[in-house]
Structures are given as C-alpha cells and as structure tokens.
Nanobody, 127 residues
Framework: QVQLMESGGGSVQDGGSLRLSCKVSGNTGIPYCLGWFRQAPGKQRERVAIVRPGGTTSYADSVKDRFFISRGDTVNTLYLQMNNLKPDDTGVYSC?????????????????????WGQGTQVTVSS
C-alpha cells in the first residue's frame, strides 16, 4: 500500500506555468505505475499523464507538448510540469498509483480506477 500527497497547485493566468509534486510513501519497493489525473467541475475525472515503471510515458492529447511528467531521483516523488496553461486545464489534479505487471499498467489505471489516490490539488487558470 502507498500513500500519496500532492502539492503545488494554485491560480495562474492563461499561458502561465505550474509544477505539481506528489510525495509517494509506504510500500514503494515494488513496481508501480504513477500518473496524474484531473477533474473539472461537472466533468468526469480524466487521465492527464502516466509514467510506467520502465520510465515510458503517455499523455492525453489535450496536454501533449505542454505538460511533462517525471519522477524524482528516487521513486518517492512524482512531478507534473505544466506549461502554456489554458482555462480548460482548470480542475482538481490528483496523483495516483497502481501495481504494475511486466512493466505495464492495468487498464483500470488508464480508466482513472487505480488503487491509490492522493487528495488532490486545485489548479485554476484564468483568461
């Protein structure tokens, strides 16, 4: 089991940047898929970016080339660098983790149904 805690949210203007951090603690000795998800008001939670145990990444089309997911020097920190933010990026951003298999992620993780979740941090982008 792991615990996740996000930080770094806030309010920025259209075109601004933010960097989110997620501290991962607990049983980090096994491979995990890690990712960032977001939920806008009145909408379902959606996948933003995922990093697999081997380091490969995937992004939602809406954030490609603007957002970048990375892990710290240890497995205990996850980051999301968000550039050129737009009002549509507004929402609660949560980091999540799920056990991996053979270096891959279960389908439930891509579908925002991973096992472990942080409480989320608010990101607001104004025009």
């Amino acid at each position: 089991q792991v615990q996740l805690m996000e930080s770094g949210g806030g309010s920025v203007q259209d075109g601004g940047s933010l960097r989110l951090s997620c501290k991962v603690s607990g049983n980090t000795g096994i491979p995990y898929c890690l990712g960032w998800f977001r939920q806008a008001p009145g909408k379902q939670r959606e996948r933003v970016a995922i990093v697999r145990p081997g380091g490969t990444t995937s992004y939602a089309d809406s954030v490609k080339d603007r957002f970048f997911i990375s892990r710290g020097d240890t497995v205990n920190t996850l980051y999301l660098q968000m550039n050129n933010l737009k009002p549509d990026d507004t929402g609660v951003y949560s980091c999540a983790a799920d056990e991996a298999f053979s270096g891959g992620c279960y389908g439930r993780f891509y579908d925002s149904r991973g096992k472990y979740w942080g409480q989320g941090t608010q990101v607001t982008v104004s025009s």
